[in-house]
């Protein structure tokens, strides 16, 4: 690479940095809009410039099948998929988890049908968010890169031995280009390794029998063997992410704050969202409100502790969600934050506001205008909203 | 065509009975299932080291609950509906670290172990898709011609009128309405390098070891449908498993044959065919149809048509009837 910068789609970015990783195997099946993260990789595979197996499937549930066979194998194991991809994954995804392989799996968020939608919102993997893989949500192009570039290492970790999706918003970042600082090559083959596995399928000299049956004498212990690894990961996570700073310059943290320090209201976030909720934030402050931010990068394992460490001294927090739960109150993060902070001595008013379906956009007005019923209700001028949605018709 | 080591030189069988099983015993199959002898068979049958690859079904329940294991070979065992893309995966895995020296450079195989529900149904998109990929392996289809795991359902091998708990026989459907799908058929349209039917037998006993041999040197996907009695989904007694297996190739119910390379093969022609009542009325799941003679000289019909294109694709002259019947062996069946 002889450029240090390069103007990349969040899908080249994220096939990039699998050519530097330079995974064993790729199982792959196309699905807007992450079908150009495999293409760019065929390419790559095509010239020779990456060692890999592509294995073309003929589904994204034998996508992730195949996944675990190369990844049981001993092989380090790649693939990306969206929306109805990651669905029809579902039940192979809890496998993964479970057979406690470490698989990357890059994921544009999408919509999920019906109505049939191709656009971005968190809906897919949110369904996904109780399989047992690390979600891992990014902000822009340069933290999906180094994201994916952590990401092996967080998974393949002794102490955790998880699967981990590393999501990024369909088109508002699969298919923006950005610019990207980039590693070198060596650097990125440097900090990742190679992956050796204790017991792996291919070892005939020891053979084990992987995915037996578990009847209820020991099944509890197999998954709360699983929760402690998602437990211990929230050590790993951040562990993994200093060196990658120490190493590159670039840290990243389990949550993002934004001028939280002093702050008396926040909105919560998930992914590229951040980056208008951040401008709102500034606007606020500018006319000497004192708003701030809160972006969750690790969902799973959810970061409870710094989530109420940043939230429970504020006055009034809206949680935006890009994925609903009907028959909830609002959505998966709202429920989540409402329950950690149950427990704080204080905590602020919450608000949940459901956003973005479908690809729509977060207008910088909406996300004021939620920032402005926070300010209300942090001065006792009006009751804080009820949870809803932004921006619906009728 | 491509060369088989086996043809040329046959192992004994006191030879291969004194080989250790690599499927051990103790496992939780029933008395009389023929799994587990196909998969010793199967696993006695290579001389490369195996890695087995297996969809849910009987055979993973009964020998893998934790935290004991039947398998002496390395068995990944991940859903029921994947077992074929999941060998696609370890196999390029296989090449991969092979390549780059990340394991011992020498030949090892991947091998199936599916029933005909993770086969000729739920799994049979994974199926093709490893078939058309040219996944490197061989799969092993137990046909036990039903749902048996779960506790006797109709699959799509399930023939024309058995009695499953999802076709009961009643007062307005006699048992399972339609025709088996030909899956090894489906298969050979795929263009495999090799393909076979076969089943465990007395008679032939080296028949499904020499497949399994010369399926194991096929440069691509080779794939084996072992037909395999089940004692309590056909209903007959634990140790006549290989006596009905027997009438099945006797009936032509189940001609053993080999395509090699888009090449048809017949293993075995009988001298004279056995009426398909023998087959029907040696089993529980078929008891209901003996005195539906219309029915049974239908199901007789369609057998003799399908033996004779069998017998044209392989170039052979067709076979007698046997002109009297032999008894029926009513007296095995059970309910």
Known sequence: MSNRFAALTGNQAAALAMRQIEPDVCAAYPITPSTQVMETYSQYVADGAVRTELVLVESEHSAMSACVGAACAGARAMTATSSQGLALMHEVLYIAAGLRLPIVMAVANRALSAPLNIHGDQSDTMGSRDAGWIQLYVRDVQELYDTLIQAPRIAEHCEVMLPVMVCFDGFTLSHAIERVELLEDGAVRDFVGVYRPERYLLDVEHPHTFGPALLPDYYTEAKRQQREAMSRALEIIPHVALEFGARFGRAWGMVEAYRLEDAEIAAVVLGSTAGTLMEVVDRMRERGVRAGMLRLRAFRPFPAEEVVRLLAPLKAVAIFDRADSPGTPSGPLYEEIRSVLYDAPARPRISGMVYGLGGREMLVEEASATYEALERAAAGTAEIPPPGYLSARG | ?335
């Open chain 2, 1 to 335: 065509m491509f060369q088989h080591k086996t043809a040329t030189a046959p192992v004994s069988l006191k030879k291969l009975a004194e080989q250790p099983d690599l499927l051990t015993g103790g496992h939780r199959l029933c008395a009389g299932c023929a799994e587990s002898a196909i998969v010793r068979q199967v696993l006695m049958a290579s001389t490369y080291p195996v890695v087995a690859i297996m969809a849910t079904g009987c055979l993973e329940v009964a020998t893998t609950v934790y935290p004991a294991t039947a398998w002496r070979v390395p068995m990944l065992h991940n859903a029921f509906e994947n077992a074929a893309a999941t060998a696609s995966g370890a196999e390029a895995a296989y090449r991969a670290l092979r390549a780059k020296g990340r394991i011992p450079d020498r030949e090892l195989r991947f091998v199936v172990f599916a029933g005909d529900g993770g086969t000729y149904d739920i799994g049979f998109q994974s199926l093709s898709g490893a078939l058309e990929r040219g996944t490197r392996f061989l799969y092993i289809c137990f046909n036990n011609e039903g749902y048996m795991n779960t506790g006797i359902q109709r699959s799509s091998a399930t023939p024309l009128g058995a009695d499953t708990s999802t076709t009961p026989v009643g007062e307005a459907v006699l048992g399972k309405p339609g025709w088996r799908k030909d899956l090894t058929g489906i298969v050979v349209a795929h263009n495999a390098p090799y393909v076979a039917q076969t089943a465990p037998t007395a008679f032939r006993p080296h028949d499904l070891k020499n497949k399994v041999a010369r399926a194991l040197e096929a440069p691509g996907p080779a794939f084996i449908n072992v037909l395999s009695a089940c004692t309590r989904g056909w209903r007959y007694e634990p140790a006549d498993t290989i006596a009905i297996t027997q009438l099945a190739i006797d009936t032509c119910y189940w001609p053993l044959f080999e395509v090699i390379d888009g090449k048809w093969h017949l293993n075995y022609k009988p001298k004279q065919k056995r009426p398909i009542m023998d087959w029907l009325s040696a089993q529980g799941r078929f008891r209901h149809l003996l005195k539906q003679g219309r029915l049974v000289a239908e199901i007789q019909a369609r057998i003799d048509s399908e033996w004779d294109t069998l017998l044209e694709r392989c170039g052979e002259a067709p076979v007698a009837a046997a002109s009297v019947p032999p008894p029926r062996k009513a007296a095995g069946a059970s309910d």
